[in-house]
């Protein structure tokens, strides 16, 4: 065999031997990304997902689809993906609610902080503390000094045992020392008909939902639950401005890949979703629901639910508070 005629065989040997591996590989990376958004479709958070999966789509050459498993407050959607096999196909957008407190809250849930790892991290938004124009109070302190005057319980809307604005209820009590009755509510439009009408007394739904009415005269914004004023609503008050940073709190959406997906799709969907985030288009539809973006990797997560532990954990441990 001439020497030609030996390099060509040895070539073509190697081709078929790489051929061998290389579509394993390859069809395991072509495969579409599912992102699993634990809500129905239709809302705010799945706005959000779509333009993700189509800023995602881009940046990594892989086709990104968005799949709504909704119910059971996020359970279901996040059971969904921890059961999921960590090939860097699935993942979540997580958040508080359908990770952090369903796991502290419910010790019969089917996964816990260990059945996910973290990705990245997205973005948050604030909570505010609210009350009808008809109670008459135009400042935090104005409405402690009513509170104790009154001498009973005041009404705060919430979401219902064990959400956000559950515990968050029970923060403000604490921290003011006043007596606050928490009432639950299916969804927000019934809590702000009520706190407008003056059938409540309290509420802290997001400041996007509450703006035009407060603008309008209809309800009094008294403070967002930030360490500082928010660009977007700069006549607003933050807690920490107004001597009470223990009040600060905001919930968060993130990303979560079934326990053990391997580190290099990790890497490469978390450097997709935060370039995404940090897009105009994406940091647009932010503003405009009010959220801010807190973009970043695996460790900012990391770090999320740990502050998690600590602040919504303590109140849940202080308070006995389960939910099965």
Do not use: C
């Amino acid at each position: 065999m001439s020497n030609m005629n030996r390099r060509s065989f040895v070539t073509a040997v190697m081709s078929v031997a790489i051929s061998m591996f290389q579509p394993v590989y390859a069809q395991a990376n072509d495969k579409p990304i599912t992102l699993v958004v634990p809500y129905a479709g239709g809302g705010t958070n799945d706005s959000f997902a779509r333009l993700l999966a189509e800023g995602m789509s881009k940046e990594l050459g892989r086709h990104v689809i968005v799949e709504n498993k909704g119910g059971a407050n996020g359970i279901i959607g996040s059971s969904y993906v921890a059961r999921s096999r960590p090939d860097g196909t699935t993942f979540l957008l997580g958040g508080t609610g359908p990770i952090s407190l369903n796991i502290m809250l419910r010790p019969d849930l089917q996964y816990d902080f260990d059945s996910f790892d973290s990705v990245a991290m997205l973005f948050e938004g604030p909570l505010t503390i609210s009350t009808p124009t008809s109670l008459g109070v135009n400042s935090l302190d104005e409405l402690v000094a009513h509170a104790k005057k009154s001498g009973k319980p005041l009404m705060a809307g919430t979401m219902g045992p064990g959400s956000v604005t559950d515990l968050y209820n029970r923060t403000v009590s604490q921290v003011f020392g006043i007596p606050l009755t928490a009432v639950a509510y299916k969804n927000n439009t019934a809590s702000l008909i009520d706190l407008m009408a003056g059938r409540g007394d309290l509420a802290y739904a997001t400041p996007i939902a509450l703006i035009e009415h407060h603008n309008a005269g209809n309800l009094k914004i008294l403070a967002l639950t930030t360490d500082q004023r928010d660009p977007a609503f700069p006549d607003i008050p933050a807690v920490a401005e107004l001597g009470y940073p223990q009040l600060k709190a905001s919930y968060w959406t993130a990303l979560h890949a079934p326990k053990g997906t391997p580190v290099k799709d990790i890497e490469a969907v978390s450097v997709a979703a935060v370039k995404t985030v940090q897009s105009e288009s994406f940091r647009k539809l932010l503003r405009d629901n009010g959220q801010t973006e807190k973009a970043g990797g695996p460790t900012v997560l990391d770090a999320q639910l740990q502050a998690d532990r600590d602040y919504w954990g303590k109140i849940i441990r202080d308070n006995n508070i389960v939910i099965k």
